[in-house]
């Protein structure tokens, strides 16, 4: 019998017999809960009622309420007969208490009505005991039931618990060991099962490989086989393209996700120069352009490559990796090759593609509501519109910083849409520095002013115009100037300065701020960094802008602060 089997039929009746324990408990359950219902259905009524019938027994003749209680506790007990003779001794409390009322002096009817009435509280009392009984009987015949359905669970369960676990554990404890002597190369080890279940299969196939083992281990060449054939399936089965090189740049092996985007059938490719290929080839034109020789460092690759294959456009990351050696009896290393590696960086670009497009549509779908809002502010401030009180203009003066600071927000994000999709529309013109300089300073004028803080101007006489977006230029101009006056104490002071720079023109924003930890200078300029323990007013996008704005103007931009010290933002622009 197989394994499967085996395990099926005892699992399978030994759920059987817990469904049976089940089934026999549920019955017995029921049983006991209708025994204990009839008696609280039936007896315990008929005895409240002989109860308050007593009671208002009691308190008549004086009483008009006893009356009438007595007569509604009556009724209700005619209508509540379930044991034999309880309704002739009803019936017998009903005649006597109507001789009662033609009569309500006569002492002797008092105690004809409550004998009458302990009568048929005895009946019910009787029948409870007998109820009570049953109820015991069913108990013990449901004990005795599930007793032994149990019983003989435990008895199927210890059966399986001491010889299925062995039924599986022995054969593969015994396949184990020998496992184990494979790997210690002892290939002549072999299994012996009797049985026709999957271990006696299972161990017909190792005896078959140890045979091949054995076979393969007594060649000259199964130790280089295998290790040929281990390097192969390793390569083979690797999601990424994968190319080898030797040091003369012939291409010594590659797998076929390396073959299938570049073209070229694996056979046509392994033991042929990739120099000699790449005459013929654009993408292995591109894989080889930078690799460097005779163990030189290689330049590493900036942008993705961009590849088309399967009428599908993927990016790929380009990963170069030098091998080098140490023959035996040497010191220095020897450079035997390159392994290039590709990996495949296609859904990040495409999750990158839809977080920008998400971002895109809805700043652009928030500015008409910021609008809005705004418009209607300049409305609610009209003196037509009525008078405002000092509470809703600062309700007013509160919403329009917030408008302001959203349509700031949106304004940044639209920016870096346009960054992330290479749609920056540059007007690059010949320009002159005093207008973009002060320009940048009417827009922070009021800003400064609140804070009382000087605006100092050191700008070099006679300097040339310079090849720049006059509008993106004075945008991170305006950009270091407000985070200045964040940073900038008040009644404090901000220099501006513009010089010649080297066959450029260097602007640079100086606060007295608290400056900016050593370890925080290279993130300053990444997209939503913002230094930690500083004011988090902004979205942390406007520097990451500001580098891509110079940057596309063939500028450069950077930052010189230290702790205590304050900050210089600077950014140069070339000349005319």
Known sequence: MKIKSKLRLGIGFLFAMIILLSLVAAVFVNLLKNDTKNVLADNYKTLEYGRNMLLALDEMPGKPAAWKNFEAYLKQQSGNITEPGEAFATKK??????????????AFRYKVIKKEISELMRINMAAIQQ?????????????????ITGTICVLLALTLLINLPGTIANPIGELTRSIREIAA??????VHFNSQDEFGELAGSFNTMAEKLEEYNNSNLSRILIEKKRIEALIGNMHEPVIGLDENKTILFANGEAAKIIGIALQDMTGKSAIDLSKHNDLMRSLISNLGTDGAESIPELSPLKICADNKESFFEKEIVDITITPTGEKKKLFIGQVIILKNITPFKELDAAKTNFIATVSHELKTPIASVKMSLQLLENAVTG??????????ESIKEDGDRLLKITGELLNLSQVETGNIQLNITQTNVKDIVDYALNAVKISAEQKQIRLCVD???????????TEKTAWVLINFLTNAIRYTQQEGMIKVSVRDHNERVQFSVTDEGKGIDSKYRTKVFERYFQVPGSQKTGTGLGLAISKEFIEAQGGTIGVETEIGMGSTFFFDLVKA
Do not use: C, F, H
Not at 93 to 106: E, I, M, R, S
């Open 185 to 190: 190369k002892n290939y002549s080890q072999r």
């Open 131 to 147: 109820k009570s009984n049953m109820a015991l009987q069913t108990v013990q015949v449901a004990y005795t039931w599930i007793a």
């Open 387 to 396: 008078p405002l009180n000092e509470q809703q203009k600062q309700l007013v």
């Open 459 to 469: 700008k070099e006489e006679n300097l040339p115009a310079i090849k720049a977006d």
């Open 93 to 106: 409390v009903a005649d006597q208490y109507a001789a009662l009322k033609t009569d309500p002096g006569n």
